[in-house]
């Protein structure tokens, strides 16, 4: 098994493979308003919930890019859901566009007024997170050096659902297809799930013990 330490990024492969191993990733397509009104819409990969009660979530930004500085600036954003069959339209929205320059009209899609927070929703997304922003800071080094990384996290204060994602009253993975981010250039689409008990026994003695899917479950 090959070891690399990661300063200087000395792994002698073609790409780095840090985001290829932290995989996948949940895609955070962050729609923001600054104050003076511009609307910007961007993918992040660098996105995850962090907490069920209160529900937060959070993104990370390069840099001060616009939806970090809108959501600062403003205090909201919202998270869309991002699915199979807006794969080409997300990824319209990752172009440099200049501030100002809104990136629904970018990827051809709609903006809809959110109920709570002056962001837009992608009307087009099977769901959407309206966030208030609760905090934001750039993460140090183990030198206690700043980063140019900037984290925001924000609370979920409304949650929009399409009804055609719903099944006997549960979100249907098969039916929303989300998309996720792996390595390099490569994203995956949820289209199989299965599902896994949790041990009831301390020792787990009451599961399989063979490493792996679950009998049943194709490979």
């Not at 840090?18 to 910007?40: D, E, L, Y």
């Not at 319209?92 to 566009?97: D, F, H, V």
């Amino acid at each position: 098994m090959m070891f690399y330490e990661t300063a200087g990024n000395r792994h002698g492969l073609p790409h780095d493979p840090f985001k290829a191993i932290v995989a996948p990733r949940p895609i955070g397509w962050i729609s923001t308003r600054s104050r003076a009104g511009a609307v910007n819409l961007a993918p992040y990969s660098f996105f995850s919930a962090v907490s069920d009660d209160p529900k937060l979530v959070l993104f990370g930004s390069s840099g001060a890019k616009d939806s970090a500085a809108f959501a600062i600036e403003s205090g909201e954003f919202v998270a869309n859901f991002a699915s199979a069959h807006l794969a080409n339209a997300l990824v319209r929205t990752s172009a440099a566009a200049a501030r100002g320059v809104s990136e629904f009209e970018i990827a051809g899609l709609t903006e809809r007024p959110a109920r709570l927070v002056s962001a837009p929703i992608v009307d087009e997304a099977y769901a959407a997170l309206e966030c208030r922003v609760t905090q934001s800071f750039h993460p140090e080094t183990l030198d206690g050096q700043g980063t140019e990384t900037v984290i925001v996290v924000g609370q979920v204060v409304g949650i929009h659902i399409d009804e055609r994602i719903l099944r006997d009253g549960l979100i249907a993975v098969d039916l929303a297809e989300p998309l996720s981010r792996l390595g390099y250039l490569d994203y995956a689409v949820t289209r199989e799930v299965f599902a896994m008990k949790r041990p009831r026994q301390p020792d787990a003695s009451d599961l399989p013990v063979e490493p792996g899917l679950p009998p049943g479950v194709k490979r």
